[in-house]
């Protein structure tokens, strides 16, 4: 017999939109993790794992799928599903959303152009972005850290990397925030769909332009690398191209930005540790490590069960929905040693940030390139940077980060 949802849910309550959760969601998350490890949220309508071998658990095994949109899609009214099919054609073919055999194929074909020489090869490009950006920042006025690097610098370095003129960054940037009403959280924006799909729209249209550009007069660019990709005879179709063009821009900006506002959020609150950054840039690879850990940008990462099964006593049926929550996950006591403590040269760091397992995050080292550039030059050249008023988080279960975060520079 099924059970109801505060049978399920054991005392504690999960709601991610509740205004201090949105703010600090660790308190509860821990109280979870401590005393209610499988947790039924009714305010999500979902399971909520948070320790660190439950998550990794699920975030690789065969009982739990990917293929989420298609079942939420299929669930809405018909009007709803018309406005969105063109938007649907494109998600169906991003392989964050597909299972094996389909996921398997799509990846290997992406990774033959993606690869890492075609990241170590940005990094002049990112140090340039960087330079451009930090000269730009003003001294002595509040201002967006969010606005005015965060958001700038993974536009850019994706633009560069997939062969896209930087001029078209605030088109792309309003088609992904359109494109979020769909595939983000579910804000009650009016007309919505509508919205999401025009975005899709325009940003399938500027990548089917780039695609025909490159087919003619191929460059050493993503777009290229992904036209020329083949695995024995196959090959990505048109579809499949444009779709995954549109998966890494739109994969690689937000949570990127995400972990740079982040990031700094944790350098202004920690001066000694951005002091010893600022001394010894060698340290910047195990700060970014700490920067994904401790209260970094991804949330969530969700599934579908689909094979029931127990977990802590609970039993998940199939369809039910899993949120595996990795930030929780990163703060196990069970695996880091005083998680809470921001330490900028921790190792061991097995933080599950880029998830775990078939779909291990296709632009990690690319995420990681920027944090290593950016960190150590903005703490070297602003030991005056300051918070000038309250972050303002941005509420969604799925990703971690500053909306908002005003600043100044001292
Ligand atoms: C700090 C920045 C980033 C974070 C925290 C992040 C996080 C993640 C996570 C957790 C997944 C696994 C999804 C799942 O298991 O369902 C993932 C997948 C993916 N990420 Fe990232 N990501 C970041 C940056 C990027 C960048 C820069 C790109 C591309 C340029 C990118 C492209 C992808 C792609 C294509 C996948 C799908 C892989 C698959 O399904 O096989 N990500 N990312």
Redesign the pocket.
């Known amino acids: 017999m099924a059970t109801s949802g505060a049978q399920r849910s054991g005392g504690l309550d999960y709601d991610p939109s509740a205004s201090e959760t949105v703010s600090d969601p660790y308190p509860v998350l821990l109280a979870l993790q401590r005393d209610d490890p499988a947790h039924w949220s009714p305010a999500v309508k979902a399971w909520i794992l948070t320790r660190y071998d439950d998550v990794k658990r699920c975030?690789s095994a065969p009982s739990m799928s990917?293929d989420r949109i298609r079942p939420f899609y299929e669930s809405l009214a018909a009007d709803d599903r018309a406005t969105l099919a063109d938007f649907m054609r494109y998600l169906t073919l991003?392989?964050?959303f597909?299972d094996p055999p389909e996921?398997t194929r799509l990846?290997q074909l992406?990774a033959k152009a993606?690869t890492m020489r075609a990241v170590e090869n940005l990094r002049p490009s990112v140090q340039e972005a960087v330079d451009t950006l930090a000269d730009g920042l003003p001294r002595g006025e509040t201002f967006d850290f969010v606005n005015d690097f965060a958001m700038q610098l993974?536009a850019f370095?994706?633009m560069d990397?997939l062969g896209v003129p930087r001029a078209q960054m605030f088109h792309l940037k309003s088609c992904s925030d359109r494109m979020q009403l769909f595939i983000g959280s579910a804000r009650n924006a009016p007309d919505k769909y509508e919205r999401a799909a025009e975005g899709a729209r325009e940003m399938a249209a500027l990548f089917r332009d780039l695609i025909a550009q490159r087919r003619a007069a191929p460059r050493d660019d993503l777009i290229s690398a992904f036209i020329a990709a083949r695995d024995d005879d196959d090959a990505l179709s048109e579809d499949e191209l444009i779709a995954a063009c549109m998966?890494?821009m739109f994969?690689?900006?937000e949570?990127?930005t995400?972990?740079l506002a982040g990031g700094m959020a944790k350098f202004i609150a920690n001066p000694d540790a951005a002091q010893a950054l600022a001394a010894d840039p060698g340290l910047a690879r195990s700060a970014v490590e700490e920067c994904?850990r401790l209260d970094?940008?991804?949330g969530s990462?969700?599934?579908v069960v689909a094979e029931k099964h127990q977990i802590h006593g609970k039993t998940l049926a199939p369809g039910e929905r899993v949120f595996a929550m990795?930030n929780a996950a990163n703060m196990d006591p069970a695996v880091f040693d005083d998680p809470q403590r921001f330490d900028i040269t921790r190792s061991p760091n097995k933080h599950?940030?880029?998830?775990?397992?078939?779909?291990?995050?296709?632009?990690?080292a690319?995420?990681r390139l920027?944090?290593e550039v950016a960190f150590p030059e903005l703490v070297r050249r602003f030991p005056g940077l300051r918070l000038a008023g309250d972050i303002d988080w941005h509420a969604t279960i799925i990703m971690r980060g500053p909306r908002v975060m005003p600043v100044r520079i001292d």
């Open positions: 975030l990917v991003w392989l964050v597909r996921h990846r992406m993606f993974p370095v994706i990397l998966l890494v994969g690689g900006h949570t990127t995400n972990l994904l970094g940008p991804s990462m969700a599934r990795l599950l940030t880029f998830g775990y397992g078939p779909h291990f995050c296709m632009g990690a690319l995420a920027e944090g």
